[in-house]
C-alpha cells in the first residue's frame, strides 16, 4: 500500500492563475480530509468528505476555494484566482472510517509568485 | 472554539535527558487529544492517542481535564526523538482535528 499519494509535491503559481492540488486516499479509505499549513504555524481543517459528498467544508474560504472527492479518481483542491496568501503546505488525509486512525500524504507546497 | 496551544516553539535537550513537551487545549465537550510526529523527510503520522493510554517509542501522555493539559513526557530521550511534534483536538466521533503550532524537539548527543 503506497500511502496517501498527493502531488504534485511542488507547485508554483502566479496571482490570478489556478491551483489543482491532488490526493490520493489509501486503498480500502473512503474519508479523505484536507488541511493548510501556513508558515510557522500549525494544520488547520479546511474539508472532510466522501465519495461524492462533501461532508464538512467550515474550514474552507468562501470564495475560490472548491474540493471534490469523485466516485472514480483522485480528490481535487481547487484554488481559482491565487493569491499570495494562499502559499502554504496543503496537507490530505484518509481514514477508513469516520473515527479511524488518520494517515497523512506529504503535502504541496504552494507558492504564488 | 476549540483552541491547543503548544507554548515552546523549540525544546533542545541532550540524548539521555527527560523530555517534555507540553499542551494546552480548550474545549467544551469531551476531547479527544492526540500527538502526532513528523520525523525530517517524513510524513506527519500518529504517535498516541489519549484514548489508548499507550506507550509509544517510550512517550507517554496524560490527559489531565482539570488544567486541560495534555503534555507528551519521555524519561529519557534519544537522538532519534528530533523531530516536529503535534498537539492535536478532535470531538469523540471523526478526524476533524484542531493541531497546535507544533513543537521542534532537538535531542543533542
Known amino acids: 500500500n503506497a500511502g496517501v499519494m498527493q502531488n504534485p509535491r511542488h507547485l508554483v503559481r502566479r496571482r490570478g492563475q489556478e491551483a489543482r492540488l491532488r490526493c490520493s486516499p489509501m486503498k480500502g479509505h473512503s474519508h479523505v480530509y484536507w488541511y493548510r499549513q501556513l508558515p510557522e504555524e500549525g494544520l488547520k481543517f479546511m474539508v472532510y468528505?466522501?465519495?461524492?459528498?462533501?461532508?464538512?467544508e467550515s474550514g474552507m474560504p468562501k470564495e475560490r476555494f472548491s474540493a471534490e472527492f469523485p466516485k472514480e479518481g483522485p480528490s481535487i483542491l481547487r484554488i481559482q484566482q491565487v493569491v499570495r496568501g494562499d502559499s502554504a503546505a496543503y496537507f490530505c488525509?484518509?481514514?477508513?472510517?469516520?473515527?479511524?486512525?488518520?494517515?497523512f500524504g506529504s503535502g504541496t507546497q504552494l507558492s504564488v509568485l | 472554539a476549540q483552541r491547543v496551544t503548544q507554548p515552546e516553539k523549540l525544546l533542545s535537550v541532550f540524548k539521555g535527558a527527560p523530555v517534555e513537551l507540553k499542551c494546552n487545549y480548550s474545549y467544551s465537550g469531551s476531547p479527544e487529544l492526540f500527538w502526532y510526529v513528523q520525523y525530517s523527510r517524513q510524513r506527519l503520522q500518529l504517535l498516541l492517542r489519549h484514548i489508548s493510554r499507550e506507550s509509544i517509542k517510550g512517550f507517554t501522555a496524560d490527559l489531565n481535564k482539570g488544567e486541560t493539559s495534555f503534555h507528551l513526557k519521555k524519561p529519557f530521550a534519544q537522538e532519534e526523538d528530533s523531530a516536529m511534534y503535534y498537539c492535536a483536538l478532535g470531538k469523540a466521533a471523526g478526524n476533524k482535528l484542531t493541531f497546535g503550532g507544533g513543537t521542534r524537539v532537538l535531542v543533542k548527543p
Open positions: 468528505l466522501q465519495k461524492e459528498n462533501i461532508i464538512d
Open positions: 488525509a484518509s481514514s477508513r472510517g469516520e473515527s479511524e486512525k488518520l494517515f
